[in-house]
């Protein structure tokens, strides 16, 4: 499966941003989906995930602020970024999980295939 995540940019804090993740190769409804991000110096940490079935989790930094959508003729994963904070300032990148005889998983080492990452800058 083959991912490309795109939408990524500058906003002001408090703004908005929806990333978008497209997947070829395999249907999106068929596995679990995540979107990381990895700021300068930091190691990259789970955003939000969606499972196969369409359970969702969220990092607790995003929680209220973010939603992670799926849209299955499309074959894409959505990532809407509300209220935006300087804090939330990293690249940006999805994954999918195909593992999905276990729950969806929140850790790097859970996910098999990446996208490229798109940047995000919040200033404040």
């Known amino acids: 499966v083959q991912l490309q995540a795109s939408g990524g940019g500058l906003v002001q804090a408090g703004g908005s941003l929806s990333l978008s993740c497209a997947a070829s190769?395999?249907?999106?409804?068929?596995?679990?989906m995540g979107w990381f991000r990895q700021a300068p110096g930091k190691e990259r940490e789970f955003v939000a995930g969606v499972s196969w079935n369409g359970g969702t989790s969220y990092g607790y930094s995003v929680k209220g602020r973010f939603t992670i959508s799926r849209d299955s003729a499309k074959n894409t994963v959505y990532l809407q970024m509300n209220s935006l904070k300087p804090e939330d300032t990293a690249v940006y990148y999805c994954?999918?999980?195909?593992?999905?005889?276990?729950?969806?998983?929140?850790?790097?080492?859970?996910?098999?295939?990446w996208g490229q990452g798109t940047q995000v800058t919040v200033s404040s």
């Open positions: 994954a999918a999980d195909l593992r999905t005889s276990r729950p969806l998983g929140l850790g790097v080492n859970e996910y098999d295939y």
């Open positions: 190769g395999r249907a999106v409804s068929n596995y679990h």
